[in-house]
């Protein structure tokens, strides 16, 4: 155990060592920059806990605002609406990015099992089973572009979330946690 933890804390103090010097290493100008920036960030976070590129200003046209709250913080993203069977069928077909502040909230209105699949999405998403009160039931992460395999939502749900593949993660999204949108009723 204690050679373990000696490792630990050697790997922590190495971590820190190398923050430290790709940060001296910046160039002056982006140092400079980086010091311009922080005030300007810190006055948009809301509390002490940090979004990780989480949407900013007003939604465009055709998007709604929508919040991912975990225990580190909020992230805040712009999403497209599927609440008709055509919009639900077709979601993020055919697309060859999404952008890490967008995603897709499919409405099905009412609480029931669903499974989604693959097919014809060229790019990994992050599925996001979401039960009626807003909690995250279940997530499928990275999932495979092109597969018909079905991926199932593991109970009933009233929305789901389409993230592009590996962002649940970087925001530290785990079942349990909320997402906040008009559709979700908080008891």
Known sequence: MPS????????????GALSLLAACAQEPAAQEASARAAPAAAAQTVSSATSVGGA???PPAGFEALEA?????????????ADTDA???KGLMFRKDVPPDRGML?????????AFWMRNTLIPLDIIYIRADGVVLS?????????EAPIPSGGPVVGVLELAGGRA??????????IEHRIFKRD
């Open 87 to 89: 919009e639900r069928e």
């Open 139 to 147: 997530i499928a992460r990275n999932t495979t572009p092109l597969s």
């Open 106 to 114: 499919f409405d099905f209105k009412t609480p029931r099992e669903v």
């Open 169 to 178: 993660g970087e925001i530290g999204l785990m079942p349990g946690d909320r």
């Open 4 to 15: 373990q933890m000696r490792l630990r804390r050697g790997l922590t103090v190495l971590v």
């Open 56 to 58: 900013v200003g007003k």
């Open 69 to 81: 709250v975990t225990p580190t913080g909020r992230t805040r993203f712009f999403v497209e609406i």
